[in-house]
């Protein structure tokens, strides 16, 4: 008897040293159409590129949305407990209590990210900017470097985000540690103010400024297809930081300040990924990466011009989906599925493969089946929500190729429903990007049913659909609103 325990116990411990590790990288701010391998031609991401040749991409990955103007912070929240929007728990500052729902279930920082894998015996570290976030559960990281850098020299760059990740590995390598480890690898950038290093700003056409350019550099990338001057109604959020006051665009939305945007947006989203390079490089050297599950996502998407945005507070898709690919054990090179997912779906995930028991505190989905090749998505519906203006704001609903957004905000003075089809209309395209001043700056053309169709009587059956398919979705994860042609109850 003596001698059966003790195998048992020597394979369950070569089991425990052999669990895979994760590397869980995110950005701020970025949206997933910045990446070559969803569609982008132009910003260079050569170690993202083929982090997602060697793994699968999701192309329907979301974040739920957000009831304050600063997204990342209910964003990062749900990542980190696993929870839904409107069951966000407390987290200890008193600014952050109307983003706090229901926080029912047990204990929830008990169940955090950090705190399962501490559990789970996993030597746990974090790097990532300050502040809007879930503070409490940073804090159980084993080690934690965290520091805002947006700017582009070493110390306050997204280089200092690497250097503590390659240091980190280096002591790991130093007392040859046996442990497992989880990495959460979080950038400040590319966030603004997108402050680019000059090699890369001169290879996209751009320069740092504070104040809106007047000189157009020819080399900036093309504006997007769905530019437009500004939005055709107002998005319910008067002094928006992010649509007022961000540096070097304030209000423009000009031809030459977004094409200098997204050139310093395309500056650090390629520092980016010369330091993602790097630690994956570092992994292959110490014979870690193939044992490594490495994750690359952002907390939300952003606008940065299209349909005359500048932020992240709307629900078009180039700001509610974010960019999602993963490598590792298992997973199949060059793979893609939909995956229905949203952000709080990373922890049942991060536990789902490393065999560590999901939390049921957690609300979110594994979506390792996905990963897997075994199916193709974990949900039907996606639901979205912005609400951190005049309430209730804005909701959106998808399913399949449809879908609905709906906006009632500023007291009633603007009641809006739009009606997308994405399969025909994937930029989401309005009647007014149809005018001849937009056409000759875009160079795009839309065809007559790139339209708003919740104006077009033929659609009334499938408007009627998605409307109450939003209802359900509002009424099953406790969205406290109602708009004003709905049920109040």
């Keep these: 008897m003596k001698v059966y325990l003790l195998v048992v116990c020597l394979f369950a411990s070569l089991a425990f040293g052999k669990r895979p590790n994760i590397l869980f990288i995110l950005s701020d701010d970025q949206a997933p159409h910045t990446l ?95 502040g809007n976030s879930y503070g409490l559960a940073n804090a159980l990281f084993q080690e934690v470097k965290d520091k805002s850098c947006r700017n582009a020299d070493d110390e306050s760059g997204s280089q200092w985000h690497g250097r503590q990740v390659m240091d980190y590995l280096a002591a790991r390598e130093k007392k040859d540690e046996k442990k497992p480890f989880f990495i959460f690898y979080g950038f400040s950038h590319p966030h603004d103010a997108r402050n680019g290093r000059e090699d890369l700003l001169r290879k996209y056409g751009a320069e ?150 999901i939390p049921q505190t957690v609300q979110g989905k594994s979506l390792k089946s996905v990963l897997m090749g075994k199916t193709e998505t974990v949900r039907d519906v996606l639901y979205g929500a912005y609400c951190g203006g005049t309430k209730p704001g804005m909701r959106s609903v998808r399913k399949g190729d449809w879908k609905l957004i709906k906006y009632d905000v500023l007291n009633g003075k603007v009641r809006r429903t739009q009606l997308f ?40 059956e499938k408007l009627a659909e998605m409307e109450r398919l939003l209802l359900h979705e509002m009424k099953s994860l406790g969205d406290p609103y109602r708009f004003w042609d709905q049920p109040q109850r």
């Design 36 to 130: 070559s391998f969803y569609g982008n031609g132009i910003c260079r991401t050569p170690n993202l590129d083929q982090l997602a040749k060697g793994g699968i991409v999701l192309d329907r990955a979301y974040h739920m949305g957000s009831m304050s103007g600063a997204v990342c912070s209910p964003s990062r929240t749900m990542m980190m407990s696993g929870r839904t929007l409107w069951n966000l728990p407390p987290r200890g500052k008193k600014h952050l209590k109307k983003e706090e729902g229901k926080p029912s279930g047990g204990d929830i920082l008990a169940n955090t990210i950090p705190a399962v894998f501490n559990r789970a015996g996993y030597s746990t570290f974090r790097t990532c900017k300050n």
């Design 208 to 357: 740092n400024v504070s104040e809106p350019p007047q000189k157009l550099n020819p080399k900036s990338p093309k504006l997007p297809v769905s530019w437009l001057p500004e939005h055709p109604f107002h998005h319910g959020h008067p002094g928006l930081r992010d649509e007022v006051s961000v540096p070097g665009v304030k209000t423009s939305r000009t031809e030459i300040t977004v094409r200098n945007e997204l050139g310093r947006e395309y500056a650090c989203i390629e520092n980016i990924d010369d330091q993602v390079g790097l630690v994956l490089q570092k992994l292959e050297e110490m014979g870690e990466l193939e044992n490594t599950y490495v994750f690359y996502t952002s907390d939300h998407g952003i606008a940065v011009g299209r349909h005359g945005l500048m932020g992240k507070q709307n629900l078009y898709e180039h700001s509610w989906r974010v960019p999602f690919v993963v490598s590792g054990p298992g997973i199949k090179p060059g793979s893609r599925a939909y995956g229905n997912s949203y952000l709080l779906d990373v922890l049942p995930t991060f536990c789902d493969l490393t065999g560590v028991a």
């Design 421 to 460: 089809n994405l399969r025909s209309n994937p930029e989401e395209l309005l009647v007014e990007h149809h005018s001849k001043e937009v056409v000759e700056k875009t160079g795009n053309k839309p065809s007559k049913d790139q339209i708003n169709l919740a104006v077009l009587p033929q659609y009334g």
